[in-house]
């Protein structure tokens, strides 16, 4: 028994020794990562959030300490990423497409600071009929094929609508944005060249790059949700029964419009709107972009010195995007869709099914 007490009393020596040496430190806990959310903030419940999710994770897991702030125009990009850089963050990680411009300028202005972006790829445009990708040595560009993961949603939409007719719409039409609505098209497409149908996609034209937007402002087409239940509310007028919104917050006013009509089935973008939004009986699936991977990823790298400037591309290969599970749509999809929609996105990954809309008949 003496023997016993003994060894447990030198094995709590032993740790008190190993947290006063450090050895009780998380790998991160002198690292400091700050970022920068676009309009509509952290709770968007879709971008921004699975973002600072992953980041979260970080803090949580890797002890690293962190900072995030919420823009709410474009005038405050500049003066966010310049706090940041007063602040000595080992990264700083700017979330979309609206904060490419200013992070480019920021990054070549202080070379040795570290920056992540997700959803932007630096390109050269002084000769406009010959962009040229750039490569910064201290920033890492986040980008997502959303328009593979999103093709396979339109497929699934054109298998399940009882109406035909689908839709979709963006908060503001950026690259980023249109993309799923590329993706989501040329799937409905595909499913009518390959049964012989004529499911309609409102909202969306693939051969014009035209169609709904909410505001060609960001801090209106992504946080407006009265208009996402108008909108909403006019694509149910004309026969959607299955809606694609791709506006974050915005998106949750057609939450609440398909609520109201009852037979709407929506599908949610980023994150998975069954948890997200809340609201599982109303999502068939969403198109999910892995975002919060990309940011404990990232942070990780700082933390090993491994960080790697240059272009991330997450696709169905790589796992940078997918579907989410059919939760309570599940039994309700006929197998054969299921089974088509799982040989589609090997076909996507072989190289063998195109994801471009104007690739199928119109």
Same mark, same amino acid.
């Given at each position: 028994?003496?023997?016993?007490?003994?060894?447990?009393?030198?094995?709590?020596?032993?740790?008190?020794?190993?947290?006063?040496?450090?050895?009780?430190?998380?790998?991160?806990?002198?690292?400091?990562?700050?970022?920068?959310?676009?309009?509509?903030?952290?709770?968007?419940?879709?971008?921004?959030?699975?973002?600072?999710?992953?980041?979260?994770?970080?803090?949580?897991?890797?002890?690293?300490?962190?900072?995030?702030?919420?823009?709410?125009?474009?005038?405050?990009?500049?003066?966010?990423?310049?706090?940041?850089?007063?602040?000595?963050?080992?990264?700083?990680?700017?979330?979309?497409?609206?904060?490419?411009?200013?992070?480019?300028?920021?990054?070549?202005?202080?070379?040795?600071?570290?920056?992540?972006?997700?959803?932007?790829?630096?390109?050269?445009?002084?000769?406009?009929?010959?962009?040229? /990708?750039?490569? =910064? !040595?201290?920033?890492?560009?986040?980008?997502?094929? %959303?328009?593979? *993961? &999103?093709?396979? #949603? $339109?497929?699934?939409?054109?298998?399940?609508?009882?109406?035909?007719?689908?839709?979709?719409?963006?908060?503001?039409?950026?690259?980023?944005?249109?993309?799923?609505?590329?993706?989501?098209?040329?799937?409905?497409?595909?499913?009518?060249?390959?049964?012989?149908?004529?499911?309609?996609?409102?909202?969306?034209?693939?051969?014009?790059?035209?169609?709904?937007?909410?505001?060609?402002?960001?801090?209106?087409?992504?946080?407006?949700?009265?208009?996402?239940?108008?909108?909403?509310?006019?694509?149910?007028?004309?026969?959607? /029964?299955?809606? =694609? !919104?791709?506006?974050?917050?915005?998106?949750?006013? %057609?939450?609440? *419009? &398909?609520?109201? #009509? $009852?037979?709407?089935?929506?599908?949610?973008?980023?994150?998975?709107?069954?948890?997200?939004?809340?609201?599982?009986?109303?999502?068939?699936?969403?198109?999910?972009?892995?975002?919060?991977?990309?940011?404990?990823?990232?942070?990780?790298?700082?933390?090993?010195?491994?960080?790697?400037?240059?272009?991330?591309?997450?696709?169905?290969?790589?796992?940078?995007?997918?579907?989410?599970?059919?939760?309570?749509?599940?039994?309700?999809?006929?197998?054969?869709?299921?089974?088509?929609?799982?040989?589609?996105?090997?076909?996507?990954?072989?190289?063998?099914?195109?994801?471009?809309?104007?690739?199928?008949?119109?």
């Amino acid at each position: 028994m003496k023997r016993a007490v003994q060894a447990s009393a030198l094995v709590a020596i032993l740790a008190m020794v190993a947290v006063a040496c450090g050895g009780g430190k998380k790998a991160g806990a002198s690292t400091h990562v700050c970022y920068a959310s676009d309009t509509g903030g952290v709770d968007d419940k879709s971008f921004n959030q699975k973002i600072h999710n992953g980041f979260l994770r970080a803090e949580k897991e890797l002890g690293i300490k962190y900072t995030f702030v919420q823009s709410t125009s474009a005038a405050d990009y500049a003066p966010i990423l310049l706090n940041f850089v007063n602040q000595d963050c080992a990264l700083i990680a700017p979330a979309g497409f609206n904060f490419g411009p200013a992070t480019v300028e920021s990054a070549k202005a202080n070379p040795d600071q570290k920056y992540a972006i997700f959803d932007y790829d630096i390109f050269d445009f002084s000769d406009p009929a010959n962009p040229k /990708d750039v490569t =910064l !040595p201290n920033v890492r560009e986040l980008t997502y094929q %959303t328009d593979q *993961a &999103a093709f396979l #949603a $339109g497929y699934l939409a054109a298998g399940m609508t009882k109406t035909g007719k689908v839709a979709t719409y963006g908060g503001v039409l950026f690259p980023t944005v249109t993309i799923f609505m590329n993706g989501f098209s040329a799937g409905v497409r595909s499913y009518n060249q390959d049964n012989s149908t004529s499911v309609e996609v409102l909202g969306w034209n693939p051969e014009t790059q035209e169609g709904t937007q909410i505001s060609p402002d960001p801090a209106v087409g992504f946080d407006n949700a009265a208009e996402g239940r108008r909108v909403a509310e006019d694509f149910i007028n004309e026969g959607a /029964d299955i809606i =694609l !919104p791709v506006a974050g917050p915005t998106g949750l006013g %057609t939450v609440a *419009a &398909a609520q109201d #009509a $009852g037979g709407v089935m929506l599908i949610w973008v980023d994150d998975d709107g069954c948890v997200s939004a809340e609201s599982c009986p109303l999502f068939l699936t969403s198109v999910l972009k892995f975002l919060d991977n990309s940011a404990f990823n990232t942070t990780q790298d700082i933390i090993k010195g491994t960080f790697t400037p240059g272009l991330y591309v997450g696709t169905l290969e790589n796992e940078g995007v997918g579907l989410a599970p059919y939760h309570e749509f599940d039994s309700t999809i006929p197998q054969a869709l299921k089974d088509k929609i799982e040989e589609l996105k090997k076909g996507i990954i072989d190289g063998s099914v195109s994801v471009i809309p104007t690739d199928y008949p119109a």
